[in-house]
């Protein structure tokens, strides 16, 4: 029987109260999990959009039914209670949160809202200060008579963690106020951050010395304040901006703006680009402004806030439960970015495709700092895509560009817009190189057969002799699905190849032979030790026998991915036959050899002609003998037509718990079914694990049969 795909969330208006409460209560939880990890453990695990979209959620359905509010709702708490790790300090005014806008319309709507509230007469609007939304971890600073006598987190917002010895060791910090006048009690408030070229830096050091590395210039900001040793936190480049305040014994100002400025004489650091704007336009031009310099600011900001000015007016607007009427966070969209293109860098892989990669100024995207985005092919720069038509409106991109960036998921940063009137006048077109930037060979555009246009990539015509193409076989010989060769990865490589010692993939099983007899062995080699050693030549053993699809498809041949290498496998079965075949089938289409290539299901002319051409060249067939000559090739699996899955197209989806994803394809495609990366109307299983999404709804909607994990191993039991 076929499991019931999981259902979409109920829009919130059409949800029963029994329905509410139950999703309430499963909102509260997840929330809880992840305040835990973003305030508590400085490592949070899902972005900040999706985090957003949770608490909507809980605060919509909270809105509807508000007889479910608890003491446990996630719009009673900010933060998560302290870890323990610290001494608790409770907070003499409580640190809360801001409510969060994230459309032009939610700003007029806060504007408006204040306005009623506080009675103003129509087209009255209140001065509002404005402020970039620091992305960092919250301090409140308390002195008494003017001396610096502790430092909190913000915690749960009623009770911090005494941080008071690591706050001293930060310069941004004034151990004693400047001026007359200081209020015998002065709580300052503000937001702990780390600059993102310091940010960079200190990953560096941290991969150096393999200790960890951060995600981003929040996480690392936080994880480097709450430290148990002091000096550790004195040995990170931590900055502090105040833009706030707690208790204080006497006001020495009386607007916000003003309050900014004394805290600025007062010793602290604040952010130079607040603003008072007198309108809801004016808002909205700070809001684009910083969004637009986002990259260039050198810190990590993820929107803006929005302050009511006068503290009198703040003071009658007070509180909706734990967070200001008088204040708003106004955020980014999560997943794009607006920054510098700094320059365009010509990437040379395995098969001598230039593709070119841009080089921005660090911001983050989703939580993750980006520095890198492709830029795909030549036409891409230059506005064209891949059928000819314009995109981006035709408009090229060229170095110096302002750009926005986008990043979705686990999915490569990309360019997908530019920002036409911020480019220097100085900017010049994009040339893209005709020549391989590694040999200096000749780089063309063959001609693609199916549209008679230049294919979209360029190629380098020195395929036997480049050195990057050459060091990008290596790199793809010892990936994941080829040899899989533990200890041995991109760093290792580019290390190996550099110094001689790995130039092809036989290089890699006699390297063991010629080490013993090196006079500079690995061992004494800087980041190796005997015992690291000892494991390689052990990893580089325990793959001398090799699947013969793993073998084909670390060839690195152009367009034999490993699907391709798969149906080679299964239709030759054993080494020699293919490499004979692919020999023979080299004497031209007409050959017999060629012809059954050719007429291999899934295999076509396209990745016929590219193996016939590997084989071809001298060169290949001389690495291939080598290599055949230190390790085994096992024979393929051939795959059954008789089993109750064959010619069946399957698709896994959700976390699978009674088999890995690689154990189920391998188990359907030796059945002789396809595993499919997609749900579409030829799917005839999809295999369903916990947490499964996108690809269950869509089953469900086409109406796909759907099984368990049992039910899949109950079909494929007897076959």
Known sequence: MAVKAKKIPVSVDKLTETQAKVELVRLVLEIERHNEAYYSEDAPKISDADYDALRQRSDAIEARFPGLVTRDSPSQKVGAAPSGRFAKVPHSVPMLSLGNAFSDEDVTDFVDRVRRFLKLADGDIPAIVAEPKIDGLSLSLRYEDGELVRGATRGDGFTGEDVTANVRTMSDIPHKLKGRNIPAVCEIRGEVYMLKKDFLAL????????????????????GSLRQKDAS?????????????????SAMPAKTQFKMIDWIGHAGFVTNPLITLCEDVEGLLKFYRKIETRRASLGYDIDGVVYKVDRLDWQERLGFVTRTPRWAIAHKFAAEQATTVLNDIEIQVGRTGALTPVAKLAPVTVGGVVVQNATLHNEDYIKGIGNDGQPIREGVDIRIGDTVVIQRAGDVIPQIVSVVVDKRPKTAKPYQFPTVCPACGSHAVREEDPKTGRPDSVRRCTNSLACPAQAKERLKHFVARNAFDIDGLGDKQIEEFFADGLVMSPVDIFTLQKRDARSQKRLADRE????????????????????????????????????????????HYGTVEAFRAAMIAAG????????????AIEGIGTVV?????????????????????GEIEVQPAERAKTDSPIAGKIVVFTGSLEKFTRDEAKATAERLGAKASGSVSKKTDYVVAGPGAGSKLAEANKLGVKVLTEDEWLALVSGA
Not at 243 to 248: H, L, N, T
């Open 203 to 222: 990953n560096k050091r941290q991969a150096e010395a393999e200790d960890t590395v951060f995600a981003n210039p929040r996480n690392s900001a936080a």
């Open 232 to 248: 550790i936190t004195a040995s990170r480049p931590l900055k502090f901006f105040a833009y706030a305040w707690g208790e204080m």
């Open 527 to 570: 980041g190796f030790g005997a015992t690291s050693v000892r494991n390689l030549f052990a990893a580089i053993d325990a793959r001398r026998t090799i699947a013969l699809h793993r073998f084909i498809f670390a060839l690195g041949i152009r367009h034999v991915g490993e699907g391709n290498a798969k149906l080679l496998a299964r």
């Open 587 to 598: 004497e031209g289409p007409q050959s017999e050899a060629y012809q059954d290539l050719n």
């Open 608 to 628: 016929a002609n590219a193996i016939v051409e590997f084989f071809a060249e001298p060169h290949s067939v001389k690495a291939v003998d080598d290599l055949l």
